[in-house]
């Protein structure tokens, strides 16, 4: 804009008050870039960035399709979220189930259901044993609390399948 058509409200004045208006310009832009933002954080927190929705629930399957894991992808420190992990085997076999990596850095295991036949640690993580239905399918449930701060990287592992990796971001 030309100082020929610029309106006088935005002119700087002396009388009554001092005014710096190209100053005052830059302000409210910036005001205004920041309201912007703020609006975006609160659609981006509705829709799950945060904690529980669309951005944060994942369902990954492997290459196979004999493992499935339903997930939230982003956590709160000291929260609980569900994790469900379907398996698919032989009928009435017991399934060997592998946790591996930094889930269990990250999380405790508040949950897990129903009861393995047997568990034990593992170098990487867990396996547990889980025993399969008549047509060769397992769930575990499992509630997990975010204990750490972070990105954390998992596999869930069935012997005989490349597994599913997970990513998880605890926020604080």
Request: glycine share 10%; aromatic share 10%.
């Amino acid at each position: 804009m030309n100082d020929e058509t610029r309106h006088p409200d935005l002119e700087s004045r002396k009388y009554p008050v001092r005014e710096d208006m190209a100053y005052q310009i830059k302000v409210w832009r910036f005001e205004r870039f920041g309201w912007y933002m703020l609006v975006l954080l609160m659609i981006l927190g509705l829709a799950g960035l945060f904690s529980r929705g669309l951005l944060s629930s994942r369902d990954v399957l492997s290459d196979d399709g004999r493992v499935r894991v339903e997930y939230e992808m982003f956590h709160r420190n000291g929260s609980t979220n569900a994790m469900k992990i379907s398996l698919s085997g032989e009928p009435e076999s017991t399934l060997e189930l592998e946790v591996a990596g930094e889930l269990l850095d990250g999380f405790s295991i508040e949950t897990l259901q129903p009861e393995p036949v047997r568990s034990r640690s593992s170098a990487q993580g867990m396996r547990l044993w889980i025993q399969a239905d008549t047509k060769g399918q397992a769930s575990v449930f499992m509630t997990l609390r975010g204990d750490g701060l972070g990105l954390f990287r998992s596999t869930i592992i069935l012997p005989g399948t490349n597994g599913v990796k997970l990513t998880q971001f605890i926020f604080p």
